[in-house]
């Protein structure tokens, strides 16, 4: 019914011609002609098109946020690690940084907490120096000591042991954690020193044991450690 449409050059149309010829069925002379508007013709496509404007926009958006995300997680160590240099120049050297992982950027972090640990190390030696210098008698600087020490390279006991004239020893000065028993109060005495370990004092030995179990002492030597 081309009545029904609109003048054709007032708008858009496409138009279908198809003859009707069949093998099985009379020729009756009839032909079909379909005329529709461009908008419906084409409403697929558009359909189409708006869909996949959607999704890439959508796509483009996810990429973005991912990228945004990585970028973000890659920055905070290293602003992690440019806040703690700062802190660290600033004077508070108890600042560290937690490391995570086995990159590149933990190993600026493990780094950075090593220069902390030699830089504070340092700073506590040197408290320490002067606060010996200024102690009032040799126990209070002994017994000082002693407590530093042992904060300074978390021990569990820091102890003196002092010689007199004729190199018999004792434990002058101790530090230990609440809730071990005192070497002083038990007045624990090392009486395996031999000669030659006595003349080796003299000369500055120094004996650094990580596990005295494994090491060849004496029994009572053993048992004292």
Known sequence: KVDTYEPLEKRDVWGIYSPLR???????????????????????????ATNLIGGTLAATLAVGLLAAYLARRLAQPIESAAAAVEKIGQGELDTRITV??????????????????????????STLALTLRQAASLDTALDTLVTEVRRIINAERVVIYRF???????????????????????????????????????????????????RDYHPEHKALL
């Open 22 to 48: 069949s093998a099985r069925l009379p020729d009756f002379g009839w032909d079909a002609f379909l005329l529709a508007d461009d908008k419906v013709v084409f409403a697929p496509l558009s359909s189409l």
């Open 100 to 125: 995570e992982g086995e990159d590149e950027l933990a190993l600026l972090g493990s780094n950075i907490n090593k220069m902390a640990s030699q830089i504070q190390g340092r700073n506590d030696l």
């Open 164 to 214: 007199r004239s004729d190199w018999g020893g004792y434990l002058s000065n101790e530090s230990v954690l609440p809730g071990l028993p005192s070497a002083l109060k038990e007045e624990a005495n090392d009486s395996c020193i031999s000669q030659d370990l006595l003349d080796a004092y003299r000369q500055g030995r120094l004996v650094v044991n990580n596990d005295v179990s494994e």
